[in-house]
């Protein structure tokens, strides 16, 4: 028993000097946003791909959000008028260009899966 306490305790110090040292590891308060500098995140999606995001989507609050292209360039246009040019960064993930807002799309949230989850960046 004494030799599993003391190799357990040798792995997590391991580990724990491991995650210090390669800065793997950040203490975050909840609230507190973290700057991440590097590539600016966009990946390239073909039309064919964006194709499966164009529509309309009703937003929870009753309004629309319409997905659609033109000239080689993905947007999102909103009820109250105002659109924004949309850039793909993850498979299913788009940010807005010029705004604030984040489209997630087939999101599971609180077990229950959306088609599109609008949220700020």
């Known amino acids: 028993m004494r030799k599993l306490t003391i190799a357990a305790f040798i792995a997590a110090a391991s580990l724990s000097s491991f995650a210090h040292a390669s800065g793997a590891v950040t203490k975050v308060d909840a609230g507190a946003s973290v700057q991440v500098s590097g590539k600016s995140g966009r990946i390239q999606m073909p039309h064919e791909e964006f194709r499966h995001f164009k529509g309309y989507y009703k937003l929870s609050d009753g309004n629309f959000v319409r997905i659609y292209s033109r000239n080689d360039k993905f947007y999102a246009a909103f009820d109250d008028g105002a659109k924004d040019e949309i850039v793909a960064v993850g498979p299913t993930t788009f940010v807005g260009k010029n705004s604030n807002v984040k489209l997630v799309f087939n999101e ?14």
């Not at 599971?108 to 960046?121: I, K, N, T």
Request: aromatic share 0%.
């Open 108 to 121: 599971v949230v609180d077990g229950q899966e959306h088609d599109v989850v609008m949220l700020a960046r």
